[in-house]
């Protein structure tokens, strides 16, 4: 499988984005769709994650209330809904597939190039 996430720009503090990834074969029920970011100099750090099936979510303190993920089953495609964004959101978002409902990036073995978000203040 391969996941090809877009969706990424140059945005100011207070912005919003959508960042979006389609996954090329069909994701099940069973499925963990999530997304992690990276920032510079820093490590791989949870973001949001989405049982396929029964869509049950999980988010980063950092970005609970501001950040939604969803997903259309019918596109194959994964959504991360980011509001109010602030300067701490920069970073190489990616998204990967797993079959653990989990936060740590090491449950997840499908990753997408990433997709850059900058935040100006």
């Known amino acids: 499988v391969q996941l090809q996430a877009s969706g990424g720009g140059s945005v100011q503090a207070g912005d919003s984005l959508r960042l979006s990834c389609v996954a090329s074969s069909r994701t099940f029920s069973s499925h963990v769709m999530a997304w992690f970011r990276q920032a510079p100099g820093k490590e791989r750090e949870f973001v949001a994650t989405?049982?396929?099936?029964?869509?049950?979510?999980m988010y980063a303190d950092s970005v609970k209330g501001r950040f939604t993920i969803f997903r259309d089953s019918a596109k194959n495609t994964v959504y991360l809904q980011m509001n109010n964004l602030k300067s701490e959101d920069t970073a190489l978002y990616y998204c990967?597939?797993?079959?653990?409902?989990?936060?740590?990036?090491?449950?997840?073995?499908?990753w997408g190039q990433g997709t850059l978000v900058t935040v100006s203040s």
């Open positions: 990967t597939r797993g079959s653990q409902f989990s936060a740590d990036s090491r449950d997840y073995n499908t």
């Open positions: 989405i049982r396929w099936g029964v869509q049950r979510t």
